[in-house]
């Protein structure tokens, strides 16, 4: 397994695959940013919207994938450009016969697992720190998504040091995770599980969030484990389409 930064415009990804797959990878990034810029020159309040955005039925699938998880979660198209780019380039690589492959693309994961995978998780000045989730191998594609009003320059309205979100759909993942950083406003149990619990719809496995020294969980969230997380190996700040940091961060292995 190779572990490796791809930069194509504001894009800044890590992907850990075996080598030969990679190129697929960095060729797919392109392809869909080259996708999103032309469609964005059509239509640039898909890019500026911080609501759901309706997109013409011919619009690029990348387009249509965003604005539909967008419009479930409550949100700006724009909140799922992460994780919609990184499923496109695990599944280029998947469609060239890679079996085990991670794209992060700046906190923002998606993973074909076939054999066990610990993703740390990095969350900013919490104390709760050196940590990550464990998961088992399974078939498909997994979207482990991430958001933070404390970690690095993304647009957040909350609080939390990490809102998480495991979705099979990384789009709808990284949407998610954008709506529940955004409803994390203090570090109060009542107003996280209600953030919780309203957002966990069809689709959504699990959740996770830190905000100071408290770690709340809901749905299917796999083992916590411990594991050193190294800031440096961390993808902590990829851009978006629209020249907005995301800054948001983990760690896999």
């Given amino acids: 397994m190779k572990r490796q930064l791809i930069r194509i415009g504001e894009t800044i990804a890590t992907v850990l695959a075996d080598e030969a797959f990679i190129p697929a ?45 967008a419009a479930r979660m409550g949100v700006g198209p724009m909140a799922a450009v992460a994780g919609a780019v990184a499923e496109f380039a ?22 074909a697992a076939a054999r066990p995978v610990t993703i740390g998780i990095f969350a900013g000045p919490s104390p709760i720190r050196d940590i990550g989730l464990r998961f088992e191998p399974r078939p498909g594609i997994l979207g482990v998504c991430t958001s933070s009003g404390t970690v690095g320059h993304s647009l957040s309205f909350g609080r939390a040091d990490a809102a998480i979100v495991i979705a099979a759909d990384p789009c709808l993942a990284d949407a998610a995770a954008t709506a529940l950083g955004n409803a994390v406003k203090a570090n109060d149990r009542s107003l996280i599980e209600n953030a919780m619990t309203g957002l966990l719809v069809e689709g959504i496995e699990g959740m996770l969030v830190i905000i100071e020294d408290t770690l709340a969980v809901c749905g299917r969230v796999p083992e916590i484990v411990r594991v050193p997380v190294d800031p440096a190996r961390i993808s902590t700040v990829g851009l978006n389409n629209n020249n907005l940091p995301r800054g948001k961060g983990n760690r896999h292995d």
């Fill in 25 to 69: 990878a960095e060729r797919e990034i392109a392809r869909q940013r080259g996708y999103l810029e032309d469609y964005i020159r059509r239509d640039p309040e898909f890019r500026d919207s911080l609501a759901p955005h309706g997109v013409p039925a011919d619009a690029p699938e990348i387009v249509r994938r965003m604005a539909g998880a």
């Fill in 90 to 111: 695990l599944r280029a690589m998947l469609e060239a016969g890679a079996t085990h492959a991670i794209v992060d693309n700046g906190g923002d994961i998606a993973l």
